[in-house]
T-cell receptor, first 114, second 117 residues
Framework: AQSVTQLDSQVPVFEEAPVELRCNYS??????LFWYVQYPNQGLQLLLK??????LVESINGFEAEFNKSQTSFHLRKPSVHISDTAEYFC????????????FGTGTKLQVIP | DTGVSQNPRHKITKRGQNVTFRCDPI?????LYWYRQTLGQGPEFLTY????????KSRLLSDRFSAERPKGSFSTLEIQRTEQGDSAMYLC???????????????FGPGTRLTVL
């Protein structure tokens, strides 16, 4: 069984300030890790993912996340947020060996304040 | 590649009625998934198809729920005798077959929001 914990349900941050959204996971097997973003009334969009290789992964819009196996974390960071980053962010894990059930966290709402 | 599409986008129904949702995956994807998302929660897995075979069903999928993918392309999710607790966003996702690039990434549709009155 696997689980994902996103401790922060809401994170308010001023525009152009840095932000970190925390994600911790639990699994008895190796996993792949994902961050998805959901804008209001829309489906989920893949933001970035870690499958293997470099533990630091980046998205095209300036977000990055680092896989830390010892701390079982995959925190999402951005050095300077924009108003358009206001959305809900979901961390997710996938069992790398079995079938394709993805387990999601409960989400973190990022509110960028002008 | 037009992405995953879902219809309808919104459905309002009265308790006790049956509803059916449709999902069209990305054309070359052989794997298809249904999730349910309630307010304030992350998506929860409901069921998974590989081609036309339904390989896994969650305990969340009660006997009032049935999903099909008859020709291995589009899928339908039917809820019979809807209850107010069924109100949620129903999300569909698809992914490529093993061996293909991005095989481990699921691509989501916009969802169908169900409101049961």
């Amino acid at each position: 069984a696997q689980s994902v914990t996103q401790l922060d349900s809401q994170v308010p941050v001023f525009e152009e300030a840095p932000v970190e959204l925390r994600c911790n996971y639990s699994s008895s097997v190796s996993v792949y890790l994902f961050w998805y973003v959901q804008y209001p009334n829309q489906g989920l969009q893949l933001l970035l993912k870690y499958l293997s290789g470099s533990t630091l992964v980046e998205s095209i819009n300036g977000f990055e996340a680092e896989f830390n196996k010892s701390q079982t974390s995959f925190h999402l960071r951005k050095p300077s947020v924009h108003i358009s980053d206001t959305a809900e962010y979901f961390c997710a894990v996938l069992n790398s060996g079995g079938y394709q059930k993805v387990t999601f966290g409960t989400g973190t709402k990022l509110q960028v304040i002008p | 590649d037009t992405g995953v599409s879902q219809n309808p986008r919104h459905k309002i129904t009265k308790r006790g009625q049956n509803v059916t949702f449709r999902c069209d995956p990305i054309s070359e994807h052989n794997r298809l998934y249904w999730y349910r998302q309630t307010l304030g929660q992350g998506p929860e897995f409901l069921t998974y198809f590989q081609n036309e075979a339904q390989l896994e069903k969650s305990r969340l999928l009660s006997d009032r729920f049935s999903a099909e993918r008859p020709k291995g392309s589009f899928s339908t999710l039917e809820i019979q005798r809807t209850e107010q607790g069924d109100s949620a966003m129903y999300l569909c996702a698809s992914s490529p077959r093993r061996g293909q690039k991005t095989t481990d990434t699921q691509y989501f549709g916009p969802g169908t929001r169900l409101t049961v009155l």
